[in-house]
T-cell receptor
Framework: DARVTQTPRDKVTEMGQEVTMRCQPI?????VFWYRQTMMQGLELLAY????????DSGMPKDRFSAEMPDATLATLKIQPSEPRDSAVYFC???????????????FGPGTRLTVL | RKEVEQDPGPFNVPEGATVAFNCTYS??????FFWYRQDCRKEPKLLMS?????NEDGRFTAQLNRASQYISLLIRDSKLSDSATYLC?????????????WGLGTSLAVNP
Protein backbone atom coordinates (compact mmCIF):
# COMPACT_ATOMS: atom_id res chain seq x y z
CA ASP A 1 0.00 0.00 0.00
CA ALA A 2 1.92 3.04 -1.30
CA ARG A 3 1.90 6.07 0.96
CA VAL A 4 3.39 9.52 1.21
CA THR A 5 5.82 9.70 4.11
CA GLN A 6 6.82 12.79 6.04
CA THR A 7 9.45 13.45 8.65
CA PRO A 8 9.52 14.53 11.37
CA ARG A 9 5.98 13.87 12.61
CA ASP A 10 6.34 16.41 15.38
CA LYS A 11 8.77 19.26 15.80
CA VAL A 12 9.08 21.72 18.65
CA THR A 13 11.61 24.47 18.18
CA GLU A 14 12.44 27.93 19.37
CA MET A 15 11.86 31.11 17.46
CA GLY A 16 14.72 31.88 15.11
CA GLN A 17 15.75 28.27 14.54
CA GLU A 18 15.83 26.61 11.15
CA VAL A 19 13.24 23.92 10.48
CA THR A 20 13.46 21.38 7.66
CA MET A 21 10.56 19.10 6.81
CA ARG A 22 10.93 16.18 4.41
CA CYS A 23 8.51 14.33 2.22
CA GLN A 24 8.78 11.19 0.13
CA PRO A 25 6.03 11.15 -2.50
CA ILE A 26 4.44 7.96 -3.76
CA UNK A 27 6.72 6.28 -6.29
CA UNK A 28 5.65 7.21 -9.81
CA UNK A 29 3.74 10.34 -8.84
CA UNK A 30 4.86 13.46 -10.70
CA UNK A 31 3.23 16.22 -8.64
CA VAL A 32 4.04 17.26 -5.09
CA PHE A 33 2.22 19.78 -2.95
CA TRP A 34 3.08 21.43 0.35
CA TYR A 35 0.16 22.65 2.46
CA ARG A 36 -0.13 24.35 5.81
CA GLN A 37 -3.20 23.77 7.95
CA THR A 38 -4.39 25.91 10.84
CA MET A 39 -7.77 26.14 12.53
CA MET A 40 -8.33 29.67 11.29
CA GLN A 41 -7.11 29.38 7.69
CA GLY A 42 -7.72 25.74 6.91
CA LEU A 43 -5.55 24.15 4.22
CA GLU A 44 -3.37 26.66 2.39
CA LEU A 45 -1.25 25.69 -0.60
CA LEU A 46 2.36 26.76 -0.08
CA ALA A 47 4.11 25.19 -3.08
CA TYR A 48 3.39 22.91 -6.02
CA UNK A 49 5.91 20.92 -8.06
CA UNK A 50 5.43 18.97 -11.25
CA UNK A 51 8.21 16.71 -12.49
CA UNK A 52 10.37 18.34 -9.79
CA UNK A 53 9.92 21.84 -11.26
CA UNK A 54 8.24 24.45 -9.07
CA UNK A 55 5.01 25.61 -10.71
CA UNK A 56 3.46 27.67 -7.98
CA ASP A 57 4.89 28.95 -4.74
CA SER A 58 2.79 32.08 -4.53
CA GLY A 59 1.30 30.96 -1.22
CA MET A 60 4.67 30.76 0.45
CA PRO A 61 6.31 33.63 2.39
CA LYS A 62 9.43 34.01 0.29
CA ASP A 63 11.56 35.71 2.89
CA ARG A 64 11.68 32.73 5.22
CA PHE A 65 10.27 29.70 3.42
CA SER A 66 11.86 27.64 0.67
CA ALA A 67 10.76 24.45 -1.04
CA GLU A 68 12.87 22.15 -3.20
CA MET A 69 12.83 18.74 -4.84
CA PRO A 70 16.44 17.58 -5.04
CA ASP A 71 15.24 14.36 -6.66
CA ALA A 72 12.01 12.59 -7.53
CA THR A 73 11.88 10.80 -4.19
CA LEU A 74 12.41 13.77 -1.89
CA ALA A 75 10.74 17.12 -1.35
CA THR A 76 11.83 19.53 1.35
CA LEU A 77 10.26 22.56 2.99
CA LYS A 78 12.55 24.79 4.98
CA ILE A 79 11.74 27.67 7.30
CA GLN A 80 14.57 29.98 8.32
CA PRO A 81 14.19 31.70 10.69
CA SER A 82 11.08 30.19 12.22
CA GLU A 83 8.50 32.32 14.03
CA PRO A 84 5.67 31.43 16.45
CA ARG A 85 3.09 32.24 13.73
CA ASP A 86 4.53 29.36 11.67
CA SER A 87 3.08 26.89 14.18
CA ALA A 88 0.76 24.65 12.18
CA VAL A 89 0.48 21.22 10.63
CA TYR A 90 2.39 20.96 7.36
CA PHE A 91 1.15 18.38 4.89
CA CYS A 92 2.83 17.04 1.82
CA UNK A 93 0.67 15.46 -0.88
CA UNK A 94 1.51 13.79 -4.16
CA UNK A 95 -0.46 12.98 -7.27
CA UNK A 96 -0.22 11.92 -10.89
CA UNK A 97 -1.01 14.35 -13.72
CA UNK A 98 -1.80 12.51 -16.93
CA UNK A 99 -0.72 15.20 -19.36
CA UNK A 100 -3.89 17.28 -19.49
CA UNK A 101 -2.56 19.80 -16.99
CA UNK A 102 -5.24 18.96 -14.50
CA UNK A 103 -4.67 17.77 -10.99
CA UNK A 104 -6.20 14.47 -10.07
CA UNK A 105 -6.52 12.91 -6.64
CA UNK A 106 -4.02 14.11 -4.06
CA UNK A 107 -2.62 11.63 -1.55
CA PHE A 108 -1.57 13.20 1.70
CA GLY A 109 1.20 12.29 4.07
CA PRO A 110 0.55 12.18 7.83
CA GLY A 111 1.82 15.74 8.29
CA THR A 112 4.44 17.44 10.44
CA ARG A 113 3.05 19.18 13.51
CA LEU A 114 5.28 22.21 14.04
CA THR A 115 5.34 24.25 17.23
CA VAL A 116 7.55 27.32 17.36
CA LEU A 117 7.99 28.70 20.86
CA ARG B 1 -16.28 36.31 0.91
CA LYS B 2 -14.19 33.13 0.80
CA GLU B 3 -13.84 31.35 -2.52
CA VAL B 4 -15.13 28.09 -1.02
CA GLU B 5 -17.49 28.28 1.93
CA GLN B 6 -18.80 25.59 4.23
CA ASP B 7 -20.90 25.59 7.36
CA PRO B 8 -18.37 24.63 10.02
CA GLY B 9 -21.00 22.83 12.13
CA PRO B 10 -20.68 20.82 14.21
CA PHE B 11 -23.49 18.63 12.99
CA ASN B 12 -24.51 16.28 15.78
CA VAL B 13 -26.68 13.42 14.55
CA PRO B 14 -27.74 10.04 15.96
CA GLU B 15 -26.64 6.80 14.38
CA GLY B 16 -28.79 5.90 11.44
CA ALA B 17 -29.72 9.48 10.61
CA THR B 18 -29.40 11.09 7.19
CA VAL B 19 -27.30 14.25 7.08
CA ALA B 20 -26.45 16.63 4.27
CA PHE B 21 -23.78 19.28 3.87
CA ASN B 22 -23.57 22.03 1.30
CA CYS B 23 -20.56 23.89 0.01
CA THR B 24 -20.74 27.07 -2.06
CA TYR B 25 -18.06 28.27 -4.46
CA SER B 26 -17.62 31.67 -6.04
CA UNK B 27 -15.67 30.90 -9.24
CA UNK B 28 -18.19 30.05 -11.94
CA UNK B 29 -15.38 28.68 -14.14
CA UNK B 30 -14.56 25.89 -11.69
CA UNK B 31 -14.71 22.46 -13.31
CA UNK B 32 -13.57 19.95 -10.71
CA PHE B 33 -15.09 19.31 -7.33
CA PHE B 34 -14.23 16.90 -4.56
CA TRP B 35 -15.16 15.90 -1.05
CA TYR B 36 -12.32 14.90 1.25
CA ARG B 37 -12.65 13.48 4.72
CA GLN B 38 -10.28 14.34 7.56
CA ASP B 39 -10.27 12.50 10.86
CA CYS B 40 -9.03 14.25 13.99
CA ARG B 41 -5.26 14.75 13.86
CA LYS B 42 -5.01 12.84 10.58
CA GLU B 43 -4.44 13.75 6.96
CA PRO B 44 -7.25 14.49 4.47
CA LYS B 45 -8.32 11.57 2.30
CA LEU B 46 -10.40 11.65 -0.86
CA LEU B 47 -13.98 10.63 -0.20
CA MET B 48 -15.39 11.17 -3.66
CA SER B 49 -15.23 13.31 -6.75
CA UNK B 50 -18.35 15.25 -7.71
CA UNK B 51 -19.50 14.91 -11.29
CA UNK B 52 -22.04 17.00 -13.17
CA UNK B 53 -24.44 14.10 -13.19
CA UNK B 54 -23.96 13.46 -9.49
CA ASN B 55 -22.50 10.30 -8.11
CA GLU B 56 -23.19 7.77 -5.42
CA ASP B 57 -20.89 5.50 -3.46
CA GLY B 58 -22.73 3.29 -1.01
CA ARG B 59 -24.27 5.52 1.65
CA PHE B 60 -22.69 8.67 0.20
CA THR B 61 -24.19 10.80 -2.56
CA ALA B 62 -22.59 13.91 -4.04
CA GLN B 63 -24.41 16.44 -6.20
CA LEU B 64 -23.35 19.51 -8.17
CA ASN B 65 -25.59 22.51 -8.80
CA ARG B 66 -23.79 24.76 -11.27
CA ALA B 67 -26.58 27.32 -11.51
CA SER B 68 -26.45 28.04 -7.79
CA GLN B 69 -22.74 27.21 -7.51
CA TYR B 70 -22.84 24.67 -4.76
CA ILE B 71 -22.03 21.04 -4.19
CA SER B 72 -23.63 18.80 -1.63
CA LEU B 73 -22.81 15.62 0.24
CA LEU B 74 -25.53 13.36 1.59
CA ILE B 75 -24.77 10.61 4.07
CA ARG B 76 -27.47 8.03 4.69
CA ASP B 77 -27.67 5.64 7.64
CA SER B 78 -24.88 7.45 9.51
CA LYS B 79 -22.33 5.32 11.34
CA LEU B 80 -20.21 6.27 14.33
CA SER B 81 -17.21 5.93 12.03
CA ASP B 82 -18.53 8.73 9.82
CA SER B 83 -17.58 11.23 12.54
CA ALA B 84 -14.96 13.46 10.90
CA THR B 85 -14.49 16.79 9.18
CA TYR B 86 -15.63 16.90 5.56
CA LEU B 87 -13.65 19.20 3.29
CA CYS B 88 -15.05 20.65 0.09
CA UNK B 89 -12.46 21.21 -2.66
CA UNK B 90 -12.89 23.20 -5.86
CA UNK B 91 -10.42 23.92 -8.65
CA UNK B 92 -9.36 27.38 -9.80
CA UNK B 93 -7.57 28.11 -13.04
CA UNK B 94 -6.36 25.72 -15.71
CA UNK B 95 -3.18 24.07 -16.98
CA UNK B 96 -0.09 25.02 -15.02
CA UNK B 97 -2.08 27.64 -13.14
CA UNK B 98 -4.62 25.16 -11.92
CA UNK B 99 -4.88 24.78 -8.17
CA UNK B 100 -7.32 23.34 -5.69
CA UNK B 101 -9.04 25.63 -3.20
CA TRP B 102 -10.09 24.04 0.07
CA GLY B 103 -12.99 24.89 2.32
CA LEU B 104 -12.47 25.01 6.07
CA GLY B 105 -14.56 21.90 6.52
CA THR B 106 -17.79 20.79 8.14
CA SER B 107 -17.52 18.83 11.36
CA LEU B 108 -19.80 15.82 11.80
CA ALA B 109 -20.31 13.94 15.05
CA VAL B 110 -22.43 10.79 14.90
CA ASN B 111 -23.67 9.83 18.33
CA PRO B 112 -24.73 6.39 19.65
Amino acid sequence: DARVTQTPRDKVTEMGQEVTMRCQPILGHNTVFWYRQTMMQGLELLAYFRNRAPLDDSGMPKDRFSAEMPDATLATLKIQPSEPRDSAVYFCASGLVRGRGDTDTQYFGPGTRLTVL
Amino acid sequence: RKEVEQDPGPFNVPEGATVAFNCTYSNSASQSFFWYRQDCRKEPKLLMSVYSSGNEDGRFTAQLNRASQYISLLIRDSKLSDSATYLCVVNRGAGNNRKLIWGLGTSLAVNP
